[in-house]
């Protein structure tokens, strides 16, 4: 099952991840499998004691990865920051640490990683009735982005979706209605996005909306409903507009739809993979695998 | 299929279902279908004519319902609320007339059936990962409720839900966070809703959250989140904080799900069942039994 998902990442690159708070049975499983299946390298920063154990425990070979002893998590995360700067590793992924202590690290004036972008999360689903990949984004980070912040958090997703092969990819913006009303004021919003997709100010990808998600992801309710455009029942990269109706969209492709998914953070000059005890081995590695696969592209 | 999932309204009443704008041969086909497997009996509002002559392309007994000859769809929504005003019909049905024509006779000071709350959408989804059937509120009429609204649309669900049989429904108030956090206000509305629950000042259903979706509907992530709660895992009612998060889990049950549905508008004196041409014939008398079940209850 994992490789024929993991097919879709064939032929991009294979990456170097520095993982901050490598010291987790969890992350050290994942690890060995990615390994495993050759879809990344690692150097693994946490407490080097910890780490040394639990490999072996789990029968990791030490030789095939470096270690950088930190036991305190802000060095952790400082440190794969560094290795990511100097160009050693690619990707960042987080391990035993707070989510906010490697987004602290990233976003450091001096020693981070910031772009000029605004940081957003990237989901990239494969949903049993779906006939390809399906993105969404903002499920984890941004609650409620304002106009600019929208702009970012679509332009994060066509850049990495495009770096995974996919040109011109077809972008939904979604709500609960097929046309501009301003009861629906993010509707206004989606129709400029549109005029800025037309004029090239929002350029490589396809915009469509506004759209309900099943005139987005269902031809026939697409054409049910009488519209007729390319994104229209074929999106790859799925918008919602705030944070709430993309989580339940994310756990209900998850929980109800059986979806395998991985998630990364993007927005910075390297992908941030994030992965939490809760997730299956399978996306914990489809994760790694699309973290691994963006990094060193520019996002 | 239809009759396996009928049978969730076995021993509910069945009732008198006036229909406004009867005249179209997808109404009348699901009439057809509601009559053979005996779930409802019908007064058919609209242009006499039409309804005969579709009744007869479709083979539909002309003796089994009765015709009240309206051409207008002003006329057609007044005599079908009056029918149910008068106890002859105990539910609406939206035929081939707008929404709004419907709504605004149902809504008439004088001579509609509007109760003391607001009205609201409830959809009752088959969704086949799901061990029960799933109401969900409010995908189609309150796009962005205010705290009033909010306990109105749950109350009219509650009201409705437990009529169906099902006692002290769980009710899981949904967004993206499992606790009460200021930068996502809805959590402190949830919060009072709980508390109202605990007090008794909302009755007859047990509420719980702030949940994201997951918490809700499947035991496994609400153990995994340490939630410790009747409604996490369980859930009978899905509360959505506004329109678009209710509208994308909609969709999203539907489409890539593939659920099955029925729709109706509660809060007034008589459920109003919507149908539109698109549903399939499951999902139409999904909605006529469930509509038809509710039918004179107070709601």
């Known amino acids: 099952m994992i490789e024929k998902l993991l097919k879709n990442f064939v032929g991009l690159k294979k990456n170097s991840i520095a993982i901050a708070g490598a010291h987790d049975d969890s992350v050290l499983s994942a690890v060995k499998q990615a390994l495993e299946l050759n879809i990344a390298e690692f150097f693994l920063i946490g407490d080097a004691k910890k780490i040394s154990a639990i490999a072996k425990e789990i029968g990791l070979d030490a030789k095939k990865f470096e270690v950088f002893d930190e036991s305190c998590d802000v060095s952790s995360a400082k440190t794969a920051v560094k ?14 640490v707070e989510t906010s202590t490697i987004l602290k690290a990233v976003l450091d004036k001096d020693c981070g990683l910031r772009g000029s972008r605004k940081l957003s999360h990237l989901a990239m689903f494969f949903v049993p009735t779906y006939h390809k990949p399906l993105f969404m984004t903002d499920a984890a980070l941004n609650i409620n982005p304002n106009f600019d912040d929208k702009k970012d ?3 994060n997703a066509v850049s990495a979706v495009s770096s995974l092969g996919i040109k011109l990819p077809k972008v939904a913006l979604i709500c ?34 506004p759209f309900a998600l099943d005139n987005a992801v269902s031809p026939e309710a697409a054409k049910t409903k009488g519209i007729n455009h390319p994104v229209a029942g074929d999106a790859d990269i799925i918008f919602c507009p705030e944070i709430i109706s993309a989580n339940v969209l994310y756990k209900s492709l998850t929980i109800f739809s059986k979806a395998h998914v991985g998630g990364v953070i993007i927005g910075a000059n390297a992908p941030i993979i994030l992965t939490s005890r809760a997730d299956s081995a399978e996306n914990k590695l489809i994760s790694i695998a699309l973290g691994g696969s963006l990094g060193g592209n520019k996002l």
């Open 83 to 96: 290795l990511v700067k100097e160009g050693k590793a690619s990707a960042l992924m987080k391990g035993k």
């Open 176 to 209: 609960a209605k097929e046309h501009v009303d301003e009861k629906m004021p993010v509707t206004l919003e989606y129709e400029k996005f549109v005029k800025m997709n037309e004029s090239k100010e929002i350029d490589g990808c396809i915009i469509g909306g």
């Open 153 to 155: 958090i679509i332009l």
